[in-house]
């Protein structure tokens, strides 16, 4: 496609569970954002992909977070041990560039809602 | 990256302009004014960016002022599609984290 693809749009899962949260940038982007924006909240980094590694994991809540990106494409969040706090919307973005980049424009997916029972 | 200051709320009637103000006292040279807009329940949606220049493209015209610590976003005839959240945010232009911080921005609402 030719924008931000994000999958699942809707998860439920219970607590204590595992969830994966999939992200499919635009073809040719070399950056990659992960964000996320819990009810009525503003928007929270969490990483950022260069290529298919991560030089700022500085978002990231705890150690129940991690993210994965191969091929320098599809990127995957995992939340281990989901907890009720995790409930929110989880946002991909990709750009084109960064280094040297001035547009510096994020292009954004529709996001992935979690509802932690 | 610098921080800004926008107004939490404001109303614009249809088919009138939307003066949206936001400051950024503490700019640094090489950081630019993006804006971005978050329409609910979509991701947010790019508008414009500039460094000193007033720019302008189809969705909207960036005025920064001359000594870069202020900026305003127009949307010159504001419908009610444009009723949405408003970021303004500064990025240096070699960013290294290249990520965009998020401020709380301003609630837009476009009344008949």
């Known amino acids: 496609g030719a924008g931000v693809s994000q999958s699942p749009s809707n998860k439920v899962t219970e607590k204590g569970k595992d969830v994966e949260l999939r992200c499919d940038p635009i073809s040719g982007h070399t950056a990659l954002y992960w964000y996320r924006q819990s009810l009525g909240q503003g928007l929270e980094f969490l990483i950022y992909f260069q290529g298919n590694s991560a030089p700022d994991k500085s978002g990231l809540p705890s150690d129940r977070f991690s993210a994965e990106r191969t091929g320098g494409s599809v990127s995957t969040l995992t939340i281990q041990r989901t907890q009720q706090e995790d409930s929110a919307v989880y946002l991909c973005a990709s750009s084109l560039d960064v280094s040297g980049s001035h547009t510096g424009e994020l292009f954004f997916g529709e996001g992935s809602r979690l509802t932690v029972l | 990256d610098a921080k800004t200051t926008q107004p939490t709320s404001m109303d614009c009637a249809e088919g009138r302009a939307a003066n949206l103000p936001c400051n950024h006292s503490?700019?640094?040279?090489?950081?630019?004014v993006y804006w971005y807009r978050q329409i609910h329940s979509q991701g947010p949606q790019y508008i414009i960016h500039?460094?000193?220049n007033n720019e302008t493209n189809e969705m909207a015209s960036l005025i920064i002022t001359e000594d870069r610590k202020s900026s305003t976003l127009i949307l010159p005839h504001a419908t009610l599609r444009d009723t949405a959240v408003y970021y303004c945010i500064v990025r240096a232009f070699y960013n290294q984290g290249g990520k965009l911080i998020f401020g709380q921005g301003t609630e837009l609402s476009v009344k008949p």
């Open positions: 500039g460094l000193k």
């Open positions: 503490t700019i640094s040279g090489n950081e630019y």
